[in-house]
């Protein structure tokens, strides 16, 4: 079965880095495209970056562009979320979650994507 596994968070001070980490397994991981989502206390899961199943498309909500960035590694089932120049609106529980690639079209609605991590903390503090 589908399995995702998200590491790397943690606790960092606004203007700081962090990477997080989703390990894939249970399916053909270069078949899927993933997403990252986050979700703050008392709002509802929102987008934050996809790529394409072979790395070459990518997205980004308007929050993050130049901020974060998406990354994969095919070989290690291995999916990653750079960030840089944290704030402290980037709080909250960050998710990894996969989806076929039917199309290059890479979905912003977490309802497209069948299968989720259980989500790691990150708090920035200011």
């Known amino acids: 079965q589908v399995q995702l596994g998200e590491s790397g968070g943690g606790l960092v001070q606004a203007g700081g880095s962090l990477k997080l980490s989703c390990a894939a397994s249970g399916y053909t991981f270069s078949n899927y495209h993933m997403g990252w989502f986050r979700q703050a206390p008392g709002k509802e899961r929102e987008f934050v970056a996809g790529i394409s199943s072979g790395g070459v498309y990518t997205s980004y909500a308007d929050s993050v562009k130049g901020r974060f960035t998406i990354s994969r590694d095919n070989a290690r089932n291995t999916v990653y979320l750079q960030m840089n120049s944290l704030k402290p609106e980037d709080t909250g529980v960050y998710y990894c979650?996969?989806?076929?690639?039917?199309?290059?079209?890479?979905?912003?609605?977490?309802?497209?994507?069948?299968?989720w991590g259980q989500g790691t903390q990150v708090t920035v503090s200011s």
């Open positions: 979650a996969t989806r076929p690639s039917y199309s290059r079209q890479i979905e912003k609605a977490s309802y497209k994507y069948p299968y």
